[in-house]
């Protein structure tokens, strides 16, 4: 295996509430301590049921391409919750005779001889599905919750009437208008003002 590494980074929000700061710099004090050079760090804020991040695409190209030898993952749901995406993935990059480190788990798809570690393919088919079967849960737990708040009679979503002008969201959030004028970021106006981030997204939109 080479020296050269790519950092690949995820989070499933969009928003200012996820970012990929722990992830790089934990794989980053790993390269450095593994004596890895780390040339491309790719940041994605994307869900990990999505098959067209063009992101990992980007990272997945870069390392065909010969830029690295090797991919930093802070764990492997970062590839995704779907398993047979994750081993799609795992499969082609090892044939292609590139590694990938999963920094949780401390293992190596590839053995210190270039050769693929059983091992690993049995941890990461094991784990995949795992986290496929975890979203799943989540998904039918969800709908089972929504299901039962119709029959309820709950009102799903914002009651009619209940938007707002963007005149309207500005003078009622003087204080987050100032705070955003000043150059706090989303999460920061949000604490010291003790609104939602949503509410303060909505805000700087409709100060534009």
């Known amino acids: 295996m080479g020296v050269r590494s790519v950092i690949y980074a995820r989070v499933s ?9 722990r992830q790089v710099a934990d794989l980053q004090k790993y390269a450095a301590a593994s004596g890895l050079e ?37 764990e492997l749901s970062r590839l995704g919750r779907n398993v047979r995406k994750i081993l799609d993935v795992t499969d082609d990059l090892t044939k292609a005779g590139i590694n990938i480190h999963i920094l949780d788990l401390n293992i190596d798809t590839l053995l210190p001889d270039g050769k693929e570690n059983p091992m690993a393919k049995l941890m990461l088919t094991v784990l995949g599905l795992g986290a496929e079967l975890e979203r799943k849960n989540i998904v039918s737990r969800l709908n089972s919750g929504r299901q039962l708040a119709i029959e309820r009679g709950v009102q799903l979503g914002r009651p009619v009437g209940s938007g707002m002008t963007d005149e309207e969201l500005l003078q009622k959030y003087p204080d987050v208008v100032k705070r955003l004028k000043k150059g706090l970021s989303v999460r920061d106006t949000a604490a010291v003002c003790q609104v939602s981030t949503f509410t303060v997204q909505k805000v700087k939109k409709a100060m534009k």
């Open 13 to 21: 929000s969009t928003g200012d509430r996820q970012d990929t700061a």
């Open 38 to 74: 780390v040339v491309r760090i790719f940041e994605e804020k994307a869900s990990g049921a999505r098959n067209d991040r063009e992101v990992l695409a980007d990272c997945l190209a870069s390392l065909h391409a010969g830029d690295a030898d090797t991919l930093l993952l802070s």
